[in-house]
């Protein structure tokens, strides 16, 4: 028998599991070790479980779940989904923090075919309303109590129609619907029929539909298929070297890319032990990584930062650290050199991506050097094509910025419910306009130099943001900044900073305007210089800067 194009074997149909008698789940998992891989994520589990079944497959709040222990968990939660009438194609919202009944409402949602619905925990009811009813979600699943909010009380007033069922997956308190009386309606659904629901999965379903952060108005779903996801992040997986030894602390939060896809999802693919964490704080994670020995541990640059700057960083035991991602448009090099000399990483890696395209598009390579990976975002994963073009089209020379185009596999399978935002997304020939601002050089490196939105114009010349933040972090007393445009009567407009200066390191504003003077064009040099503790930022790490324009320019300035 050969392998079809997806893998599967010609002539030869698993038996589905109704037909099997009692060990019907040995077999299953036997069957499942031994056949090619198909590209669905619930079998890519199942080969997992059965290769690794007694391996830790998570440890969240001092408990070690295996996965033979979660393949059970996650089967009981796709019997609860059948006995309550979720069908393939259909939609179930999570909205609740990094922990372990996540994966597994995850996991068994996908087992029976419907689509995940990862829901910001930063929301509100509104937003979270909006959400639930531009998916058209029957069911939420939810945390209860989480820093201090009982989320449910929430979205009082805010429950569109669709949604037939709020369910608490933990911290539920009396009147809530929690996660045992869930799981318990599924025992009128057999075991067999769950197996059987999860080998009927193909890779072309749409598992997740994840929203825009809505920076150009109301959030967009973007619906992403099973098999594009996997071979997305097999390609991520095989640049960070993952392997089942690996321990992986998830910090990045679930309903993001960075925390889904690249984070618990590329977990269960490669067999890792999987350490979530809820909410960040940088005592705690350097008391975890001594003590739980982590190896994996991506994050945006200011998890390092804070570390780094935490009181106890000096003393803790990081020698078990191995492997990171991290980067913003303006990681400066030196923090990468301090995550390879300081954190002891082997691998330190940047990349780009967009929830458009399965969440990476591309990525730097292990023995980049430390300003390759601080200042690029690497190459493009294999069979995905980025070019560069102009406002007319057309394909930019090597060093010259415009708009970054994406064309693969790993681009969307369209916005949900919006054909004229999709068209508008990609084209006729396949590529994904980005909305991003970038360049390649001639070795195929990308850099990512703004968004279209954030450019502007000061006396006539185009001035990227990121670009100036990438060459203002080289200062020595910075640690972080933001640059915006504000209006200028003279220049049209004019940059603003926003600056977090390194502890106990002085810089005066009009110091730092004079090495800028020195190391960028006149017209670059930020006006206005602000010096701030800390920059607003989103759950993923990206500054906000819709916030910071919100802030009105002091006087004197």
């Avoid at 300003?371 to 493009?380: D, E, K, S, W, Y």
Wanted: charge should be negative; hydrophobic fraction near 40%; include cysteine.
């Amino acid at each position: 028998m050969e392998p079809s194009c997806d893998g599967r074997l010609q002539g030869f149909t698993p038996p589905s599991p109704s037909r099997l008698r009692a060990p019907s789940k040995t077999l299953f998992l036997a069957i499942m070790s031994l056949l090619p891989p198909i590209p669905t994520i619930p079998r890519a589990f199942a080969q997992t479980v059965s290769r690794h079944p007694d391996h830790s497959a998570i440890e969240d709040r001092g408990v070690r779940t295996s996965y033979a222990e979660l393949d059970r968990m996650v089967l009981a939660a796709s019997r609860a989904l059948m006995a309550w009438g979720i069908a393939p194609g259909e939609r179930v919202a999570i909205w609740a923090p990094n922990c372990r009944e996540w994966i597994v409402a995850a996991l068994g949602i996908l087992g029976v075919g419907a689509v995940v619905v990862p829901v910001n925990t930063r929301m509100k009811g509104l937003e979270v309303g909006y959400v639930l009813e531009k998916s058209g979600a029957r069911l939420l699943l939810s945390t209860g109590d989480f820093l201090g909010t009982h989320y449910p009380d929430l979205l009082a007033g805010h429950l569109p129609a669709s949604l037939e069922k709020l369910l608490v997956i933990h911290g539920a308190k009396e009147g809530d619907t929690g996660w045992q009386d869930f799981i318990a309606r599924g025992e009128s659904v057999s075991e067999a029929a769950a197996r059987e629901r999860a080998l009927s999965v193909t890779p072309e379903m749409v598992s997740d539909v994840i929203f825009t952060s809505g920076t150009t108005g109301h959030p967009k779903g973007v619906k992403c298929g099973h098999g594009q996801n996997l071979r997305t992040m097999d390609d991520w997986s095989q640049v960070m070297g993952l392997v089942p030894q690996d321990r992986y602390l998830m910090v990045n939060p679930f309903f993001h890319s960075m925390g889904y896809k690249s984070g618990w999802m590329v977990g269960i693919m490669n067999g890792l032990t999987l350490m979530p964490i809820a909410v960040f704080d940088a005592g705690e994670v350097l008391r975890t990584i001594a003590r739980d020995k982590v190896s994996v541990l991506p994050g945006p640059p200011t998890i390092y930062y804070s570390m780094q700057s935490h009181p106890d960083f000096a003393a803790t035991d990081l020698s078990s650290l191995r492997a990171a991602i991290t980067g913003s448009t303006s990681t400066p090099p030196s923090l990468i050199e301090s995550m390879r000399r300081d954190f002891g990483f082997k691998t330190v890696l940047t990349g780009y991506g967009l929830s458009e395209c399965c969440g990476t598009a591309a990525l730097s390579a292990p023995d980049d050097d430390a300003h390759t990976v601080a200042t690029t975002a690497g190459r493009a994963i294999r069979d995905v094509e980025i070019k560069i073009v102009d406002t007319d089209g057309r394909t930019q020379p090597p060093d010259q910025p415009g708009e970054v185009l994406i064309r693969g596999y790993n681009v969307m399978l369209g916005y949900l419910d919006d054909e004229g935002a999709t068209r508008q997304a990609i084209d006729a020939d396949g590529w994904l306009h980005s909305g991003d601002i970038g360049t390649l050089d001639a070795h195929g490196y990308l850099r990512i130099t703004d968004r279209v939105k954030d450019v502007y114009i000061a006396g006539g010349f185009n001035c990227y943001p990121a670009e100036i933040e990438r060459l203002a972090s080289r200062h020595p007393a910075v640690s972080q900044i933001a640059v915006i445009g504000v209006p200028d009567e003279r220049m049209g407009e004019v940059g603003r900073a926003f600056v977090v200066r390194k502890p106990g390191v002085p810089l005066e504003s009009g110091e730092f305007v004079t090495w800028c003077r020195a190391h960028m064009a006149n017209y670059k040099v930020p006006q206005f210089i602000d010096f701030v503790d800390t920059l607003p930022t989103n759950a993923s790490g990206k500054v906000l800067k819709r916030e910071l324009r919100k802030l009105p320019v002091a006087s004197g300035h």
